[in-house]
Every structure is written in structure tokens, then in C-alpha cells.
């Protein structure tokens, strides 16, 4: 029998070593590792399907903002310039005074260089367009009376225009410009 402690621990190494090599070779032992390992792939299989699901919910998110932001600022610079420049294919304009406000003037660049159309910065006021038109008040339809801004913006003008298309049977529709009268407006007296 062993006299030390070193001369025990080795016959008990020794002893033992076959019997841990043998349950090594078993199933056991590997199983028991596989069980673990399973475990651990499919909770990362699970956090890794969330956050997929998650950068989705993001991404969509994004793109839903994105969109909205675009119009946002379609519709900001569309409005910048309200009564110059509005068709796809007008060169968009503004006055020299206008062109002094860095954000409008920086609007405006951006809506030209958008629609592919020049950019001009005009003298004085506005130019208007020269529309057959220009000066009137109204214009009848079959159904529908159109009334300028300028007939609008005078009380006593609006009140006789309202009056007499009341006792017309037409409908009122306000129009700020000429030019945004529909396609098929056509003047009746």
C-alpha cells in the first residue's frame, strides 16, 4: 500500500482511468453534450429570427418615413411657390426680393433641379401669365361659375358674383389662377 499522498493520488488515477476512457466511448457523455448544444442553437435560432422579424419591422418602418418625408418636402417645395411655376414643365420663378430668403431660394433650386426645369429669378413682381382672361372676374359655365381671387378678395364684387349665381342655379367654385381652370371649362353665357 501506498505511503504518500502523491503514491495514493496516482493509484487512484490509475484505477479510475479506465473506467473514465470507457465511459467517454459511451453515448452518455456525448449526448448529454448534444442535449446542451441543441439547446443553446435553437435559443439562438430564436434570437436571431426575432431580431430578423425586428430589422424588418425596422426597415419597412423606415421606408413607410421616407416616403412620407419625400412628400413632405414635395409638398413643401410645391408650395414655396404658389402661383409661379407649379406644372411639371414651367421654369420655376422668383423675384429678386424672394430670392433674398436663403431657405426659398434654396426651395426653389431644389424643385427646378427636381422637375428638370430652369430656375429663373425675375424682376420686380411675379410675371403673370397672359391668359385670355387676365382682368376678369368670372367666367360662366353650364353649371358652374368661376370666380378670380381679385373678385374675391372685394366684398361687394363677391357679394353681386354670388348673387347672380345664386339666381342661376350655379355652383361657385373660386379659382386662383386662370390657368388652373379644368380642361373642359368652357364659357357660356
Do not use: C
Not at 31 to 37: R, V
Not at 92 to 115: F, G, N, P, S
Amino acid at each position: 500500500m501506498p505511503d504518500t499522498n502523491d503514491d495514493q493520488a496516482k493509484a487512484l488515477a490509475a484505477a479510475l482511468l479506465p473506467h473514465l476512457i470507457a465511459s467517454l466511448k459511451t453515448d452518455v457523455l456525448p449526448g448529454l453534450i448534444e442535449d446542451q448544444i441543441g439547446g443553446l442553437k435553437k435559443n439562438t435560432e430564436a434570437v436571431l429570427d426575432e431580431l430578423k422579424s425586428k430589422t424588418r419591422e425596422k426597415s419597412a418602418l423606415e421606408n413607410l418615413l421616407e416616403a412620407v418625408d419625400k412628400r413632405d418636402k414635395d409638398n413643401a417645395l410645391k408650395s414655396a411657390l404658389p402661383d409661379r411655376g407649379n406644372t411639371d414643365k414651367d421654369p420655376v420663378r422668383l423675384t429678386r426680393e424672394e430670392a433674398r430668403d436663403r431657405r426659398k431660394y434654396l426651395d426653389a433650386q431644389a424643385l427646378a433641379a427636381k422637375r428638370g426645369v430652369p430656375f429663373e429669378i425675375t424682376d420686380g413682381k411675379a410675371e403673370r401669365s397672359a391668359h385670355a382672361l387676365d382682368g376678369q372676374t368670372h367666367l360662366k359655365t353650364e353649371t358652374t361659375m368661376f370666380i378670380h381671387k381679385d373678385a374675391i378678395r372685394d366684398a361687394r364684387t363677391y357679394a353681386r358674383l354670388k348673387a347672380q349665381a345664386q339666381d342661376d342655379h350655379l355652383e361657385i367654385q373660386p379659382i386662383s389662377d386662370w390657368n388652373d381652370l379644368p380642361e373642359g371649362a368652357v364659357p357660356h353665357d
